[in-house]
């Protein structure tokens, strides 16, 4: 038996975890919700939560009414080169300024903290010119190429590599391992966990990206997610008074993240594990 104590300070924290939980999701329950009501539903004083009779055909409708399947590849397809191109520079520039000795590592990792800063709208003209003169602009190059960087994954992985024991890596150097092979066969093997974490929020970043794609592509064949939403919802929405196949299409662009969320669920806690074994 638990003391008194205890029990109720657990008590507070599963009610209180419980209705952190329930105010996450509602949202997401009420957009699902609404995709199957008709508009009187959704505009009914009082709200109603489920709507008499779910209309299915909501999710058909707005599937055909504008190109998802091209907005869902275009977006899953960018967010997921350029996630592949961040970890591997990212991973690069992260272990040359944790485990390799040079004369402007401190200037650099200073310059890359001031970047950090900075607000991402401060370098979208410089980028739109830059991609201009690249020929880059209207193309899925342009896209992946203006997002291959992350200040915030350089600084985070760096972060999880200087949190392994530096004897590990002098211990791969006596067994003549080179920096190249120390890198890619024990600092992100280790760092797995960190890794997917940066994964995740780099997919989640560029899949809902929406002002930046925006800016340099004009073709709607380009369209991510976010853009072709809003197409939908000036067009084939017309102007909100189609809320149920808004809140219809809103539901299955979400879906990839789910989807990747609950794959990556097992792999995120097989990577604290590792991290708590090389800890021991």
């Given amino acids: 038996m638990l003391p008194m104590n205890r029990f109720f300070s657990r008590m507070i924290l599963y009610v209180s975890l419980v209705i952190i939980c329930i105010v996450m999701v509602f949202p997401f329950l009420w957009m699902f919700s609404s995709s199957l009501k008709t508009n009187d539903e959704i505009w009914a004083i009082p709200p109603i939560l489920w709507p008499a009779e ?42 040359a300024l944790s485990h390799m000795k040079f004369a402007l590592a401190r200037p650099l990792m200073g310059l890359i903290i001031v970047s950090y800063m900075l607000p991402v709208s401060a370098t979208y003209l410089t980028g739109y010119v830059i991609l201009a003169k690249l020929g880059l602009l209207d193309s899925y190059s342009g896209l992946i190429l203006s997002n291959t960087i992350t200040i915030f994954g350089v600084f985070l992985l760096r972060q999880a590599f200087l949190q392994i024991p530096k004897e590990v890596a002098e211990a791969a150097k006596i067994d003549g391992a080179g920096h190249w092979k120390i890198l890619w066969k024990i600092m992100i093997p280790l760092s797995s966990s960190t890794l997917i974490v940066m994964s995740l929020l780099s997919f989640i970043g560029q899949y809902n990206n929406y002002l930046w794609p925006m800016l340099i592509t004009k073709n709607p064949n380009l369209y991510l997610v976010s853009a072709g939403l809003r197409s939908f919802f000036v067009e084939g929405g017309a102007y909100g008074m189609k809320w149920p196949l808004i809140m219809a299409a809103s539901t299955f662009t979400i879906v990839p993240l789910l989807v990747l969320f609950v794959v990556a669920q097992k792999w995120i806690i097989k990577g604290v594990n590792n991290a708590q074994t090389v800890n021991k």
């Fill in 54 to 95: 779910p209309l299915w055909s909501n999710f058909i409708d707005a599937w055909h009414s504008a190109p998802f399947s091209l907005y869902l590849f275009n977006s899953v397809f960018v967010a997921t080169a350029v996630v592949v191109i961040q970890l591997i520079n990212s991973s690069m520039m992260a272990y």
